[in-house]
T-cell receptor, first 114, second 113 residues
Framework: DAGVTQSPTHLIKTRGQQVTLRCSPK?????VSWYQQALGQGPQFIFQ???????QRGNFPDRFSGHQFPNYSSELNVNALLLGDSALYLC?????????????FGSGTQLSVL | GENVEQHPSTLSVQEGDSAVIKCTYS??????FPWYKQELGKGPQLIID?????GEKKDQRIAVTLNKTAKHFSLHITETQPEDSAVYFC????????????FGTGTSLTVIP
């Protein structure tokens, strides 16, 4: 049973550039959430996608956007990168958009902004 | 919004001893409390969770307790093993926040052989 897969595993960008991160949910899951984890901190919620729409959003600027495809996979896009965007970006999937569903995480994409 | 605090930030125990990690939350509407284990270079892995209608839950060497009145919950690991060494995160969510989980800042557990 394939778990949540993310690509790439590592990425280095410079300030002002744009980046796209990709995620495939766990088999049987249709809801994808993205979290940002700064070094030494817990994950912070960015947004959640279900039925190809953004359903919920955390306290992140519009530079952070996403997309969900018909096969439930998802992308996270970050525009105009800042040094402070350097972090581990985690994708998580759940079996439905219902509240308090178990959340399963991928291994993340480590983004470094220089 | 919800605020989850986690203590201690680091914890070292001898192999075979017990480890306890504590979290408090601020939003009385929170009703789901998962615990995650994160090993170096990996994403958080769900190890146990508890819902607000239950006071305690156990799975082999791991147990979680919840005190809704005091708004705190704890993770208990008994008979610790070196492979338990990792960073542990508590989290909280409520029906009002959908599937937005609020995480603590993590506890780095080291089990000394």
């Amino acid at each position: 049973d394939a778990g949540v897969t993310q690509s790439p595993t590592h990425l280095i960008k410079t300030r002002g550039q744009q980046v796209t991160l990709r995620c495939s949910p766990k088999s049987g899951h249709d809801t994808v959430s993205w979290y940002q984890q700064a070094l030494g901190q817990g994950p912070q919620f960015i947004f959640q996608y279900y039925e190809e729409e953004e359903r919920q959003r955390g306290n992140f600027p519009d530079r952070f956007s996403g997309h969900q495809f018909p096969n439930y996979s998802s992308e996270l896009n970050v525009n105009a990168l800042l040094l402070g965007d350097s972090a581990l970006y985690l994708c998580a999937s759940s079996a439905s958009v219902a509240t308090n569903e178990k959340l399963f995480f991928g291994s993340g994409t480590q983004l470094s902004v220089l | 919004g919800e605020n989850v605090e986690q203590h201690p930030s680091t914890l070292s125990v001898q192999e075979g001893d017990s480890a306890v990690i504590k979290c408090t939350y601020s939003d009385s509407a929170s009703n789901y409390f998962p615990w995650y284990k994160q090993e170096l270079g990996k994403g958080p892995q769900l190890i146990i969770d508890i819902r607000s209608n239950v006071g305690e839950k156990k799975d082999q060497r791991i147990a979680v307790t919840l005190n809704k009145t005091a708004k705190h919950f704890s993770l208990h690991i008994t008979e610790t093993q070196p492979e338990d060494s990792a960073v542990y995160f508590c989290a909280a969510s409520s029906g009002y926040t959908g599937n937005q989980f609020y995480f603590g800042t993590g506890t780095s557990l080291t089990v000394i052989p």
